[in-house]
């Protein structure tokens, strides 16, 4: 099992910035892919980044791409979405997902074998 715990969100106005941070604990030396996700009120969970583990390759939602960057460090178990240029279009939960090498990994559906219980990140106009 891995435990992910989120942490970071909070009210910041249009144009500015936040950290999110997700730290994982307990078997985390299978965890091959990290992400996150977010829900925002009345609508659909969607995705919004991911990275490998091991090689650091990264993908983003087309929402997202230019303004969020995700990164971890493998020594703390520990993965960041930085978050720029933030729109009230990004109010939402956010939540941390992990995966491990022979589980299930889907970014594409959501099919992700670990979350976190979120974080809420809160744009104002």
């Known amino acids: 099992q891995v435990q992910l715990v989120e942490s970071g969100g909070g009210l910041v106005q249009t144009g500015g910035s936040l950290r999110l941070s997700c730290a994982a604990s307990?078997?985390?030396?299978?965890?091959?892919?990290m992400g996150w996700f977010r829900q925002a009120p009345g609508k659909e969970r969607e995705f919004v980044a991911t990275?490998?583990?091991?090689?650091?390759?990264?993908g983003y939602a087309d929402s997202v791409k230019g303004r969020f960057t995700i990164s971890r460090v493998i020594d703390t178990n520990t993965v960041y979405l930085q978050m720029n240029r933030l729109k009230p279009e990004d109010t939402a939960f956010y939540y941390c997902?992990?995966?491990?090498?022979?589980?299930?990994?889907?970014?594409?559906?959501?099919?992700?074998?670990?979350w976190g219980k979120g974080t809420l990140v809160t744009v104002s106009t």
């Open positions: 997902t992990a995966c491990t090498l022979f589980g299930r990994c889907d970014y594409n559906t959501g099919d992700v074998e670990y």
């Open positions: 990275i490998t583990w091991s090689g650091g390759n990264v």
């Open positions: 307990g078997r985390t030396a299978s965890t091959y892919r």
